[in-house]
């Protein structure tokens, strides 16, 4: 058995969850909050047999895609005060950890 954790941008989310589901998945979704852009994600946690870990991965890289985002920078100024300097970053795609599951009890 193992279990994937995937950290998700939210606007990939729902989609996600949907294709999941139809494949038979069964997710456990949280809210969590990116620590670079303190932006809204989504941790989904998906237990599955480690015969299938392939087709999860496989669904999760074809729904959750990076796009480009512009953001403010700031920056001190000699005379102290802040400057906003814009920046292009790319967002989405997902961060996804496999890690082995020693025990599943479902009540």
Do not use: Q
């Not at 999941?20 to 997710?27: E, P, Q, R, S």
């Not at 809210?31 to 237990?47: P, R």
């Not at 906003?84 to 599951?101: K, R």
């Amino acid at each position: 058995m193992k279990l994937i954790i995937a950290i998700v941008h939210d606007e990939d989310a729902h989609a996600l969850v949907k294709k999941l589901t139809a494949n038979d998945f069964g997710v456990t979704k949280l809210a969590s909050t990116g620590g670079f852009l303190k932006s809204g994600n989504t941790t989904l946690i998906i237990g599955t047999p480690k015969e299938r870990v392939e087709v999860a991965t496989k669904i999760i890289e074809e729904t959750c895609r990076t796009r480009k985002e512009i953001t403010t920078t700031t920056s001190l100024m000699g005379d102290n005060s802040v400057m906003g300097m814009p920046l292009e970053i790319s967002v989405g795609g997902a961060t996804v950890f496999v890690v082995d599951v020693e025990d599943y009890i479902k009540l």
